[in-house]
């Protein structure tokens, strides 16, 4: 008995010594510390994601370009020319430019040279210029599809600026999310550690006891049992820090877009209770509240929405205007365009003028154009209204959630150190032989599990304090 005593001691000891040479080999000095700032700061810069809503906001500026290409004077020309039987019926060159304005006049210059023997009369023969321009009288007058294009285009930059931060902000959340599980492993990890160094002193220190005849056989059995059940643990406690770690690695890239698998030999930064980055966080839930409704990304972007179905609808509402458009153009002998022979007033002499106008009678199209424009707007206004009550919620929900974590972590404190006492007393108790081994592992057993609740308490109130952010939007700022 003795024998297999001293075998399956040894055992212990050499699987003991094994795990904490692959676990917890590294010197502290060896390991590198990451922290949740940090963690922030690698996912803004090189996540994939962040990186591809800046392509996002660079496209729309492509569009905002593409939208002012309806604005770009227009050089074209017109050469014709007519022979049939030996006669020159014509011959024209007409080179032009047409120059949009925000306005939605067009002003229109050009050169004609015409010559022939078979021309038309109301044409003019020979050289001659002509300045003017077109004026919409009534619909594309105060709007047209250029200007509402334009409008459209440049509202959405500022909603795929506004996407980047609602995209971020759910990403940042995500990774914070891993990032405090990631923490919560380790240090249950290291609780375990430390309970299995403990129980290794104890199994000496037993062992010894039996040796020396003051302990039955037994009680080396049952702290073995224990320290071995604490070593499994280790290995579990092991096994969710590397996989949590591997998760979070799902967040980290370098700045060559290649993906970062986190080392073990990467761990949380030492005092991690004392996290520096909240103190910067808004805390306060009526200025929380007040911040959702103003900056939150998801609310901005309803607005955003609702500024391009503003423009929408005034736009369809020129489609219930009749079609009325003005033509003026100034004519000049030869190149000159203007000179001093053809100046004359408007509608004297040298001019040539058009007016078109249409209406549908029964305007039917715009109408419907115009009806839906407006039922848009009014869905989108109720949809804008349950999200920012859905935020508003989601940010209360998340305000009594931090609040109840404080207290909840002030009583579990305060029971886990009860249960400390509990342990070096009955420790105290079992070396004097007062106690037994089963009660010593019992009030053990029971510390562990307060210390490991108390750190999945804390870890889940740091989480939730960036989820308090998330939901009001500012975890991107």
């Known amino acids: 008995m003795l024998r297999l005593q001293k075998l399956l001691f040894t055992i212990t000891i050499a699987s003991g010594v094994f795990l904490s040479l692959a676990v917890a080999g590294q010197s502290r000095d060896s390991l590198l510390l990451l922290n949740a700032e940090q963690v922030l700061e690698i996912v803004r810069k090189y996540h994939p994601v962040a990186r591809q809503t800046s392509l996002n906001i660079e496209q729309a500026g492509a569009d905002i370009l593409i939208a002012k290409g309806a604005f770009d004077p227009v050089i074209g020309a017109y050469v014709a020319k007519k022979t049939f039987n030996g006669t020159n019926y014509y011959q024209q060159t007409s080179p032009q430019l047409t120059i949009p304005t925000w306005f939605g006049i067009e002003i229109n210059t050009g050169l004609e040279s015409l010559t022939g023997n078979r ?15 077109t004026v919409p009288l009534a619909k594309d007058l105060l709007l047209d599809k250029r200007r509402a294009f334009l409008k459209q285009a440049r509202i959405f930059n500022s909603m795929a600026i506004t996407e980047q931060r609602a995209v971020i902000n759910d990403l940042l959340m995500d ?116 911040a959702a409704s103003q900056n939150h990304p998801d609310i901005q972007l309803y607005q955003s929405k609702l500024q391009v179905l503003d423009i929408d609808k005034r736009l369809k509402f020129q489609m219930l205007l009749p079609k009325a458009d003005f033509t003026y153009n100034h004519l000049s002998k030869g190149y000159g365009i203007v000179n001093s ?98 009660l010593v592992n019992t009030r053990e057993n029971k510390a562990l599990e307060a210390q490991e609740k108390l750190v999945e308490l804390k870890t889940k109130y740091y989480k939730t304090l960036y989820s308090l952010q998330w939901s009001a939007g500012l975890l991107a700022q």
């Open 119 to 133: 021309l038309d009369p109301t044409m003019t023969a020979g050289k001659s210029s002509y300045i003017g321009f």
């Open 175 to 290: 990774a914070m999310d891993t990032y405090w599980q990631w923490v919560r492993a380790y240090q249950t990890f290291k609780i375990v550690e430390a309970n299995v160094a403990v129980n290794q002193q104890r199994f000496r220190f037993v062992r010894a006891a039996f040796l020396n005849g003051e302990r039955p056989a037994i009680d080396t059995v049952e702290a073995m049992t224990q320290l071995q059940s604490f070593q499994y643990q280790q290995n579990e406690k092991w096994l969710a820090f590397q996989n949590t770690g591997l998760e979070l690695s799902a967040y980290l890239w370098t700045k060559d877009i290649e993906p970062y698998v986190l080392p073990v030999t990467v761990v949380p930064q030492d005092g991690w209770e004392n996290e520096t980055n909240i103190n910067a966080f808004n805390l306060e839930l009526n200025s929380l509240i007040a």
């Open 341 to 438: 022979e053809s100046l004359t007033p408007f509608f004297d002499n040298n001019y040539r003028y058009g007016f078109k106008f249409g209406l549908p009678l029964r305007l039917s199209e715009g109408r419907g154009e115009y009806r839906k424009a407006k039922l848009k707007i009014e869905t989108t206004n109720l949809d804008l209204e349950q999200k920012r009550l859905s935020i508003q919620l989601k940010v209360k929900s998340y305000f009594n959630e931090v609040e109840n974590l404080k207290s909840q972590i002030t009583l579990q404190s305060r029971n886990y150190l009860n249960y400390q006492q509990l342990v070096r007393a009955e420790g105290i108790l079992f070396q004097n032989g007062e106690s037994s081994l089963f």
